[in-house]
């Protein structure tokens, strides 16, 4: 059977990049990949504990970051995980420009809207690594 | 009479209902509460090595606070930038039971979740005013002497 | 033109965009006579490639959005002259990499086309410098710092003039280098568009000098000198989040070539009047 792959959002709480990583990683996991994808909490990762280490490195991972910053890019590489694919908040929203999408605290319609856009959009990588497992 | 900011830093909530709360409950704290005077604290950045996240929690107070009993937050405050000053545990205030529910989106909330993180932001707001009152009669003692 | 680079591909061995990646280092150092720096190798010493990556212009390439060779760049603190993301040129090209391990066509083509067009007379400046770029800049700036909560807001001490649409310039003998402050990039948060001026042009003290753009709001560029747009901060186009990393050192707008800067600088301040400013601005804005 095909390894889980991980989906780790940063979840920044200070921007609402952070909250469109979160909800994208959600919507996946949740809704449109919820066979081939799960997700782990970045939290959780970097207190290095042995068992969410052991989890990272059992399957690939994919990183939702919201801004340059790369937090959960840098911490899932420093526990040893495998990154297929890094993915920036801030370069999807290239794609919508001019367009508000709410706040840290909630979307607005056009936040949920692109949520949906670049979930289907990582899903069909997701599946193209869950393929290759 | 003195005041001070306190660093509210939140567990990243990705594994639980009770991270979903522990984030809202720390926005909460931040934009309606305690606006200008509780400072939330980005936990991946912090981590990460954002200089300012650090720098400010080691020369504030901080109030962790984590949505399940790994202790993310206050764990990572500790070994980071020492003590936090004070810690809230979702767990305690709406039960285990429901922290541990599957994690929510903020695109299913309904009155029952939002009612959870009234509860918790009030434990925050308790534990934030007495740290701010301890401030303030220090302020004062120093005045005196 | 023979241009000579110190080239750091990926090592990727577990996807064919790694292969193509050194099938374009080989064929840019049997054109151009550069030097491939072996990734691993540089790992786990030094000794062998320091020399080289600081003195050629280091072109990084990456495969996939892992980013190995950029990561390992960045670790050894190079400065990096140009990069590549082979994965990026694919779709640019319009050829799809296959799944396998073996090179076929495809990649072959893709690899050669990549190649052709890092070879091209104006691809890529050299080192040192950024494409026409000719202020020349003091090694290191000295700041002060404004802290307000968590967020620290620099300035630069010496040599730089601001105006009260806090933007800057730094003059050198008839040119000067130009950009925003700290207020400006934390103001905005990530900064997502750049629109710089266009070369050649003719701006006036407080004209505007191109924009930037987050998804917060549009930052129109006063510029505070009067001068000929003479070189632009290309890299910006691709990396707008350099102005929040450093917009003084990285993160520049634009060079011009000055026309009346007696009389600007009438009209500007310099650190300790702007500090003031930028402190009160602080102050009032909470960000």
Redo the contacts between chains.
Sequence with gaps: MSKQVNIIPCSGIGKVHGLLAREIALRLVNEICSEEAKTECLGYIVTEDQEIADRIKASKCITIDGCPKMCAAKSVANVGGTIAEEVRIVDILKGYRGIKTGTATALNDDGWNIVDEAAEKLAIRVREIYGEE | MATVKIGVISCSGEDCLGGTISRLATRKMMEEVRPGDAVTLCLPLFIAGGEEERGFAEAHPTITVDGCSKWCAKRATERLSGKVSDAVQVEDIIGSEAARGSILSTRQLRPEHLEMVDKVTEEIKKKFDLIVEEFAEQAMTIKLC | MSKEYAILPCNGLDKLAGYVTREIALRLAEETGSEIICPTFYRVSDARYNKVASEKPLLVIDG????CAGKLAAEKGLKITEKINVTDESKKFGIKIGSGLRMGEDEFKLAEMIASDLLREDAIPPAGQDSKSAVIMPESLEYEIY?K????FRLPKAGFYFNENDCWAYVSGNKARIGVTDYVQKSL??I??FTPPEVGSEIEQFGEAGSI?S?KAVFEIICPVSGVVTAVNEKLLDYP?YI??NPYEQGWIAELELTNFESDKEMLLQFEDYFKIMKKKVDEY?V
């Design positions: 996939c959005g892992t980013r802290q909560d968590k967020f620290i948060s990530d997502m568009f753009e998804g989040e929040n990393d909470h």
